[in-house]
């Protein structure tokens, strides 16, 4: 069940107004508020209570859900407490850049899978799913794909990577996310497709195509279609939802070989603009297409909260929790990954850094890998989530 009637209400938050652009703020007398609306601090006594210590793969796996989290190799590799808590949180590991192109293909007749392996065995040793992420997007290409790729070639180049990408990891693989981000409105274009350079050189057509490609070199992995900005009650998103929809839609009356979505749920701490119905019943057409649903890139923007660690936290596990509770209550969600698992190393560091220079938390462990108010909210989700 939702619990829209406390969601929907707004609170009151009295910061100082240091790093704050763009919130919302309204003055009172001398002072000045912003308004959050969330359960966190609209109930001051929000205890984000967990029962037991059992780290998060394990509430998870009680739900028939999977949990685990994103990383990079190097940082296992020189990191050893880092290492621990993953093994210690999570069932599946995504390699957060590794089967990239820039980092697979260091040449164009050259793949390198040196590190992506590395993670695979990572994660095998330890008893922990993977997750390949991803054959098809429109960033992180190597140097070398501007000048080689065009019109003529594009469409060998595509199934030539996802055929050796894939059967390299066949029988590995839990789920690949086959394409990424193919819809932009902003772009302009009709459809709403992205203006990447796959749907520049091969039109609409290359999304059928991967997904083919990729079922037939590893026909045990779950194909994902996986998406950004999607959460939100905005126009943007809005418009995405449907976008999105409409493309699966397709891809499911074609025959075409996909089985789940990735919402990516890089969530933003300052957006107000939250409709739980909303998002629920997009996750309902979602399933009642067939199609599976993983929370793939799961974190909590803080740039534009307050300062002070007490209430940035609280605030980005009301975040967590509020989301995950809205998300999970569909069960057809089968997998929650966090992007990263701990402050010590985040992609935010750099994308979404603060003005007032202190460091983000946007993960469910500190920097210190110590379990965060954030932690407790992924827990508490999780526990309270309906069986799958
Ligand atoms: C990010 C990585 O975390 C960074 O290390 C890298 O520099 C850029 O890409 N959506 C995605 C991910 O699908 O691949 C992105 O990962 C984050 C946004």
């Known amino acids: 069940m939702l619990k829209n009637s406390s969601l929907s209400r707004r609170c009151f938050l009295h910061v100082s107004l240091s790093g704050l652009a763009g919130a919302t703020a309204v003055a009172v007398g001398k002072n000045r508020y912003l308004m959050y609306p969330c359960q966190a601090l609209d109930k001051p006594k929000r205890d984000f209570e967990v029962h037991g210590l059992a780290p998060l793969r394990k509430r998870a796996a009680a739900k028939g859900l999977i949990y685990g989290a994103a990383s990079m190799q190097d940082y296992l590799v020189s990191d050893k407490n880092l290492e ?8 599946i590991l995504v390699p957060e850049n590794e089967l990239k192109w820039d980092f697979l293909r260091p040449a164009p007749n050259k793949f390198d899978f040196t590190r992506g392996d590395w993670l695979a065995q990572f994660a095998i040793r330890n008893g922990m799913l993977f997750r390949g992420h991803t054959l098809v997007w429109h960033q992180q290409q190597p140097q070398w794909f501007k000048e080689v790729v ?21 029988g590995q693989m839990h789920s690949w996310d086959v394409v990424n981000e193919a819809i932009e409105p902003n772009d302009g274009l009709k459809g709403g497709w992205r203006r990447s350079p796959w749907f520049e050189f091969l039109g609409s057509d290359y999304i059928e195509l991967a997904y083919q490609v ?46 789940a979505l990735g919402v990516q749920s890089h969530l933003m701490g300052h957006e107000t603009h939250f409709n739980p119905k909303k998002l629920r019943s997009f996750l309902s057409n ?103």
């Open 84 to 91: 621990a808590s993953l093994k210690s949180e999570c069932n």
């Open 214 to 259: 990729a079922a037939q070199a590893d026909p045990k992995a779950m194909l994902v279609y996986n998406e950004n900005d999607l959460e939100y009650d905005t126009p943007k998103h809005e418009t995405k939802r449907t976008i999105v929809l409409k493309l699966l839609e397709r891809l499911k009356s074609r025959g075409t070989p996909i089985h």
């Open 286 to 388: 979602v399933a009642s297409l067939g199609l599976k649903i993983l929370v793939t890139e799961l974190d909590v923007i803080d740039q534009q909260l307050p300062s002070s660690t007490y209430e940035r936290d609280r605030i980005v596990a009301a975040r967590y929790e509020d989301y995950l509770s809205v998300v999970l209550d569909e069960r057809a969600v089968i997998a929650v990954l966090t992007w990263g698992l701990s402050d010590r190393r985040t992609w935010l560091s750099m994308f979404t850094p603060r003005s007032d220079k202190t460091p983000v938390r946007p993960l469910p462990l500190d920097s210190n890998l110590q379990r965060k108010v954030a932690w407790n909210a992924m827990a508490r989700a999780f526990d309270h989530a309906p069986k799958r």
């Open 150 to 170: 065009n019109r003529q070639n594009a469409e060998k180049f595509l199934v030539e990577h996802i055929t050796t990408v894939t059967k390299h990891y066949a």
